[in-house]
C-alpha cells in the first residue's frame, strides 16, 4: 500500500477581504476621507453642544483621558470655555466645504482656460499660458496675504483666493490634452461630420481626459486646505465668531505648554486629512493615468 503523500497545514487567512487592487494603506486613507466627509456633512447635528456658546467656569478643561472625572466635554475646554469637539467638528466641516469649493472652482476655471487656449491659439494661446507662466512663478501664499492685506478680510474674497489656488496646473494640463486629443481619430471624425467646437469639446474630448483631471483635483484638494489653514493661522483666513481648523491651531499655539490639545487636536485633522487624500490621489493616478503604468 503506498504511503499517501502529508499535506501541510492550511494557513490561517482573515475573513476581512480588501477589494481587489486596494492596498491595505489606501483603504485606511478612505476611510479616514469617508469619517471626514460625514463629519462634514452632519457637524452641526453631531455636536453636543453650540460650537460659540462660552462658559468661563469650564475654561481650559483636558480631555477625557486626562480628566480625572468624566466630564461633559470630551475633548475639553478652550481658554474661553467653548466645548473643543464641537468646535472641530464645525471646523471640519468650514475648511472641508471652503477647500471643496475653491478646488471644483479653480479646476472648472482652469480646464476652461486650457480649452480656449487649445482652441483658439494664436494671442489668446500666448496670453493664457503667459498667465500661467506668471502664477506658477509666484509663491501664491505672498500673493494671498499681500491681497488680505490691502483689501482686508472678507469670506467672498478669501472664498476667490482659494478658488485661484491652482488654477494654473488645470490649464496647463488640459492645454497639452486637447491639443493632443484633437488629433485624434474620433476628434477628426466628429470634426469631420460637421459637429460644433463646444459638442466636439463637451461631448468627445473633455470626457476622454477625465481621469487626469480627476486626478490632479484629488492632489490639488489637500493643498487647498493646507492653504485655508496656513491664511487661518495667521489670523487672516476664517475670522470669528466662525472657526476652521486653521483658526483652532493659531488659537491654540499660545497654550502648548499648559493646554496642547487645543493645538494637537485640529493639528492632527489636518495632517490626517491631508495625508489620506494625497495617498488616495497617489493611487488614483496610478490607476487612471495610462502614463503611469
Not at 494664436?122 to 500673493?143: R, S, Y
Request: glycine share 8%.
Amino acid at each position: 500500500m503506498a504511503d499517501t503523500p502529508i499535506q501541510a497545514p492550511r494557513r490561517f487567512r482573515p475573513a476581512l477581504r480588501l477589494p481587489a487592487g486596494i492596498p491595505a494603506s489606501v483603504a485606511v486613507c478612505m476611510g479616514i476621507l469617508l469619517l471626514v466627509c460625514t463629519v462634514a456633512v452632519f457637524a452641526r447635528v453631531l455636536a453636543p453642544f453650540a460650537y460659540e456658546d462660552t462658559d468661563l467656569l469650564y475654561r481650559l478643561r483636558p480631555p477625557f483621558w486626562m480628566a480625572r472625572a468624566i466630564d461633559s466635554h470630551p475633548l475639553g475646554t478652550d481658554k474661553i470655555g467653548r466645548d473643543v469637539l464641537s468646535r472641530l467638528l464645525v471646523a471640519t466641516q468650514v475648511s472641508i466645504a471652503l477647500a471643496l469649493l475653491g478646488t471644483l472652482i479653480g479646476a472648472v476655471l482652469g480646464t476652461a482656460l486650457g480649452v480656449l487656449a487649445a482652441h483658439r491659439g494664436g494671442w489668446v494661446d500666448e496670453l493664457v499660458m503667459t498667465a500661467v507662466d506668471w502664477q506658477a512663478a509666484m509663491p501664491f501664499l505672498i500673493i494671498a496675504l499681500a491681497v488680505l492685506a490691502f483689501f482686508g478680510n472678507d469670506f467672498l474674497l478669501f472664498l476667490a483666493l482659494m478658488a485661484l489656488f491652482g488654477w494654473e496646473t488645470y490649464a496647463r494640463l488640459v492645454r497639452g490634452m486637447v491639443l493632443s486629443a484633437r488629433e485624434q481619430g474620433y476628434a477628426l471624425a466628429v470634426r469631420s461630420l460637421g459637429a460644433r467646437p463646444g459638442r466636439l469639446y463637451l461631448r468627445h474630448i473633455l470626457p476622454n481626459v477625465m481621469g487626469p483631471l480627476i486626478v490632479q483635483l484629488t492632489l490639488n484638494f489637500p493643498q487647498t486646505i493646507l492653504l485655508e489653514a496656513s491664511l487661518s493661522f495667521l489670523g487672516l483666513g476664517i475670522q470669528p465668531p466662525l472657526t476652521s481648523l486653521g483658526q483652532m491651531l493659531g488659537e491654540g499655539r499660545d497654550y502648548l505648554l499648559t493646554a496642547w490639545w487645543l493645538a494637537v487636536i485640529p493639528g492632527a485633522v489636518i495632517f490626517l486629512t491631508t495625508l489620506s487624500m494625497s495617498i488616495v490621489g497617489d493611487w488614483l493616478r496610478s490607476r487612471l493615468d495610462p502614463t503611469q503604468r
